[in-house]
């Protein structure tokens, strides 16, 4: 039986080897079983193929469900919206004047940014951040 606990080991390292190219935990499952198998297949009666195969089929199996869990609690959550996602649908407030062609500046939460917009927009009026283009915002001016 020294040679099916042999078999059993490489089985537990090809599992191993795909379970570190993937992010899912559930090869390591294929890991806990082929070893489980590999430790009957050295102290269990001889001739018990047909026992290792259950217990490597029973071992992943009852494991798979507690990896899943164990997964989804050690894995991030999606991330949240940044700053810059944040200031989409947002008022700023025109400090310098804007200008298609040239930009200008707006205020938004005590930052200064360049600004773009299809218009010309005056200093000290008030206007909606439609969208990020790098470090610039495009806005456009709020209607009364």
């Known amino acids: 039986m020294e040679t099916m606990f042999w078999i059993w080991m490489a089985a537990a390292a090809v599992f191993l080897i795909i379970e570190m190219s993937s992010p899912t935990l559930i ?6 079983g082929s070893v489980a198998a590999g430790i009957y297949a050295q102290v269990g009666p001889e001739e018990s193929y047909y026992w ?3 217990i490597f089929a029973i071992v992943s199996l009852v494991l798979l469900p ?9 894995s991030k959550p999606a991330p949240e919206l940044s700053n810059v996602d944040r200031m989409i649908g947002q008022t700023a407030l ?7 062609d040239l930009g200008g500046r707006v205020q938004f939460e005590g930052e200064s940014w360049v600004a773009k917009a299809d218009e010309v927009i005056e200093e000290d009026t008030k206007v909606r951040i439609v969208k990020i283009s790098g470090t610039r915002v495009i806005v456009e001016k709020l209607t009364s």
């Open 66 to 74: 507690f990896t899943r869990k164990f997964a989804k609690k050690i």
């Open 52 to 54: 290792q195969i259950g």
């Open 27 to 32: 090869f390591l499952c294929f890991v806990v």
């Open 94 to 100: 025109v400090t310098e004047k804007i200008d298609p």
